[in-house]
């Protein structure tokens, strides 16, 4: 017997059993402690049939079935009709199927342990029965439930009948996270991927390409021996309000056009001090560059923002870039910097300035801010819905904008993900990225030094899937304002895909802070792919995964931040 014919002898036989355990409970004096488990029996009954009722017509709906409403008359009548199965199976697919039947399965396990610690069910058996489809039969042709309910008695202890509860509800709220499941992957599965985020898809990968010969050109332009080390803070944009201006959507292909990208040179002193130099780097790249490889020779300028000129400068080559911007800065000189194509930096003459000078700046980490505000309920949360949105969007959106790159070596962590906190002995410009709160950010860092000469970071590059997930687990964290280890009590989370992703999905099914729906949206599919029979590609250069993150994360995060903006 199919797992969708078993549903329906599910559905039939609960509300006979609920009856059964209200009628005994309203008809017979029973001792308190027995009566209260009868009530907490009676109570997962008609909650598991609520739940398995939804699920199925959730499921019927999206398959197309007509005269759902006869789903209540008569479940095992519907469920058994071929038509209605067919186009239940290829709805779910082998993977949601099998997950559907197991779950199906063991409900009725524990009906069946119930019907048969009940005499009286069916009237021409004197003992007890396991049989469901009997006990529906029985009752359809009796009048009503309580011509035989008054017959019904029970052969149990209390520590069974405890049990039998305990069991019930584990499996009650295995079918309750089904539902989300199933209700997650049918928004997924029905959506078709828009032209909107194919095209967000080709031009994100563009700024991939321009990022990494970012990555490698700054890598140039640093001696080993004038800091204790050399660090770039690059700020996440998320830059989905921005394609409309700075990519060509005109044409059939994106094509970058002044793309920009906000940094911080930090230079390290052996006193412990530090003095941040914050500029916007604008790039242009030649028209007409694939969007799906980096061109075999480089393209990229890169400039501080400034009015344009005809003219053509010459570009004096930079060999030491901490020595430039200290010479610059000491005669007030006003330059612009270049990336030439041999990736070699180079200084030419410009009409504004855009520093933003930051001494000894002021930082805070995202999980400094999520464990500030855990640990403190009921104070005002340190970070606004407002900006948990934003934060949410530019992660999300960077996990494909630096996929392969030495910025996304390790799945970023909330501990990775910084905040630069305003300063009053700072000295900002029109063009600083302004968020509506106290902070700047959110961005990451990465130290410059041999390993970070080659051109990709093709051997230490995380696996889709598992860069899915952390993404997933970071969400959550920024959803509900802790982290994954304060959540689960643990000085240290567990570091195994598997371990990390049966919480995470607990997490997500929470319904004490439930999830804005486009935000469980974005969630579910960073955690769906893994355990509903889905491929996930494990290759980076695979459109189908960029549409599929841009359709289903990027774009839900975009229209909630849209909606507070």
């Given at each position: 017997?199919?797992?969708?014919?078993?549903?329906?002898?599910?559905?039939?036989?609960?509300?006979?059993?609920?009856?059964?355990?209200?009628?005994?409970?309203?008809?017979?004096?029973?001792?308190?402690?027995?009566?209260?488990?009868?009530?907490?029996?009676?109570?997962?009954?008609?909650?598991?049939?609520?739940?398995?009722?939804?699920?199925?017509?959730?499921?019927?709906?999206?398959?197309?079935?007509?005269?759902?409403?006869?789903?209540?008359?008569?479940?095992?009548?519907?469920?058994?009709?071929?038509?209605?199965?067919?186009?239940?199976?290829?709805?779910?697919?082998?993977?949601?199927?099998?997950?559907?039947?197991?779950?199906?399965?063991?409900?009725?396990?524990?009906?069946?342990?119930?019907?048969?610690?009940?005499?009286?069910?069916?009237?021409?058996?004197?003992?007890?029965?396991?049989?469901?489809?009997?006990?529906?039969?029985?009752?359809?042709?009796?009048?009503?439930?309580?011509?035989?309910?008054?017959?019904?008695?029970?052969?149990?202890?209390?520590?069974?009948?405890?049990?039998?509860?305990?069991?019930?509800?584990?499996?009650?709220?295995?079918?309750?996270?089904?539902?989300?499941?199933?209700?997650?992957?049918?928004?997924?599965?029905?959506?078709?991927?828009?032209?909107?985020?194919?095209?967000?898809?080709?031009?994100?990968?563009?700024?991939?390409?321009?990022?990494?010969?970012?990555?490698?050109?700054?890598?140039?332009?640093?001696?080993?021996?004038?800091?204790?080390?050399?660090?770039?803070?690059?700020?996440?944009?998320?830059?989905?309000?921005?394609?409309?201006?700075?990519?060509?959507?005109?044409?059939?292909?994106?094509?970058?056009?002044?793309?920009?990208?906000?940094?911080?040179?930090?230079?390290?002193?052996?006193?412990?001090?530090?003095?941040?130099?914050?500029?916007?780097?604008?790039?242009?790249?030649?028209?007409?560059?694939?969007?799906?490889?980096?061109?075999?020779?480089?393209?990229?300028?890169?400039?501080?923002?400034?009015?344009?000129?005809?003219?053509?400068?010459?570009?004096?080559?930079?060999?030491?870039?901490?020595?430039?911007?200290?010479?610059?800065?000491?005669?007030?000189?006003?330059?612009?910097?270049?990336?030439?194509?041999?990736?070699?930096?180079?200084?030419?003459?410009?009409?504004?300035?855009?520093?933003?000078?930051?001494?000894?700046?002021?930082?805070?980490?995202?999980?400094?801010?999520?464990?500030?505000?855990?640990?403190?309920?009921?104070?005002?949360?340190?970070?606004?819905?407002?900006l948990r949105m934003l934060t949410a969007l530019a992660v999300s959106s960077n996990l494909l904008q630096l996929s392969k790159t030495h910025w996304l070596k390790v799945p970023w962590s909330s501990e990775m993900v910084n905040f630069l906190m305003r300063n009053h002995g700072s000295t900002h410009n029109s063009n600083s990225l302004q968020l509506p709160t106290d902070l700047y950010g959110p961005?990451?860092?990465?130290?410059?030094?041999?390993?970070?000469?080659?051109?990709?970071?093709?051997?230490?590059?995380?696996?889709?899937?598992?860069?899915?997930?952390?993404?997933?687990?970071?969400?959550?964290?920024?959803?509900?304002?802790?982290?994954?280890?304060?959540?689960?009590?643990?000085?240290?989370?567990?570091?195994?895909?598997?371990?990390?992703?049966?919480?995470?999905?607990?997490?997500?099914?929470?319904?004490?802070?439930?999830?804005?729906?486009?935000?469980?949206?974005?969630?579910?599919?960073?955690?769906?792919?893994?355990?509903?029979?889905?491929?996930?590609?494990?290759?980076?250069?695979?459109?189908?995964?960029?549409?599929?993150?841009?359709?289903?994360?990027?774009?839900?995060?975009?229209?909630?931040?849209?909606?507070?903006?």
């Amino acid at each position: 017997m199919s797992g969708i014919e078993v549903a329906g002898l599910v559905l039939g036989a609960i509300p006979i059993l609920s009856e059964a355990f209200k009628s005994y409970r309203e008809s017979v004096i029973t001792f308190f402690r027995a009566r209260k488990y009868i009530d907490k029996l009676y109570r997962a009954l008609l909650l598991q049939e609520r739940i398995l009722e939804e699920t199925v017509k959730l499921v019927l709906l999206g398959s197309g079935c007509e005269n759902i409403p006869d789903l209540s008359e008569s479940p095992v009548g519907y469920l058994t009709d071929a038509r209605v199965q067919e186009n239940i199976k290829d709805y779910l697919g082998p993977g949601n199927m099998k997950i559907f039947d197991d779950t199906i399965y063991q409900s009725r396990t524990i009906i069946e342990k119930l019907a048969g610690s009940l005499t009286g069910l069916v009237p021409s058996i004197s003992g007890s029965t396991s049989d469901l489809l009997q006990i529906i039969e029985a009752n359809q042709k009796a009048t009503k439930q309580p011509s035989i309910i008054p017959r019904v008695k029970f052969t149990y202890s209390s520590k069974t009948l405890m049990l039998l509860v305990e069991d019930l509800s584990e499996k009650t709220e295995g079918l309750r996270r089904l539902m989300n499941l199933l209700s997650s992957s049918h928004q997924i599965i029905q959506t078709n991927q828009s032209r909107k985020s194919t095209r967000i898809a080709k031009a994100l990968r563009q700024v991939r390409s321009v990022a990494n010969d970012l990555q490698l050109a700054l890598s140039k332009a640093w001696k080993a021996d004038c800091h204790n080390k050399h660090e770039v803070k690059l700020f996440l944009e998320d830059r989905v309000d921005n394609f409309t201006n700075v990519f060509g959507f005109k044409s059939q292909t994106p094509h970058v056009h002044n793309l920009s990208f906000k940094v911080v040179f930090a230079e390290y002193f052996n006193q412990g001090q530090l003095l941040w130099n914050e500029t916007a780097i604008r790039v242009h790249q030649k028209e007409g560059d694939s969007d799906y490889q980096a061109p075999s020779t480089s393209k990229v300028k890169i400039i501080l923002p400034q009015t344009p000129t005809p003219q053509e400068i010459l570009v004096t080559t930079i060999s030491d870039m901490c020595n430039t911007i200290e010479t610059t800065k000491r005669h007030q000189q006003r330059v612009v910097f270049v990336l030439t194509e041999n990736h070699k930096v180079g200084m030419k003459p410009a009409e504004k300035d855009a520093w933003t000078i930051h001494r000894q700046p002021n930082i805070i980490s995202l999980k400094s801010l999520l464990t500030q505000t855990s640990k403190t309920p009921r104070q005002p949360p340190a970070i606004t819905l407002k900006l948990r949105m934003l934060t949410a969007l530019a992660v999300s959106s960077n996990l494909l904008q630096l996929s392969k790159t030495h910025w996304l070596k390790v799945p970023w962590s909330s501990e990775m993900v910084n905040f630069l906190m305003r300063n009053h002995g700072s000295t900002h410009n029109s063009n600083s990225l302004q968020l509506p709160t106290d902070l700047y950010g959110p961005f990451i860092s990465l130290t410059f030094d041999a390993t970070v000469a080659s051109s990709t970071c093709s051997n230490a590059h995380i696996e889709p899937k598992k860069a899915l997930l952390e993404l997933g687990i970071l969400l959550l964290e920024i959803w509900h304002q802790t982290t994954f280890e304060s959540r689960f009590a643990s000085d240290r989370a567990p570091t195994a895909y598997n371990e990390r992703l049966v919480p995470a999905l607990n997490w997500r099914d929470d319904t004490n802070d439930e999830l804005l729906p486009l935000y469980a949206t974005a969630i579910s599919y960073c955690l769906l792919p893994h355990i509903d029979g889905s491929i996930v590609s494990t290759d980076w250069d695979d459109m189908k995964l960029w549409e599929g993150i841009c359709g289903n994360v990027v774009e839900p995060l975009a229209k909630l931040c849209n909606d507070r903006r």
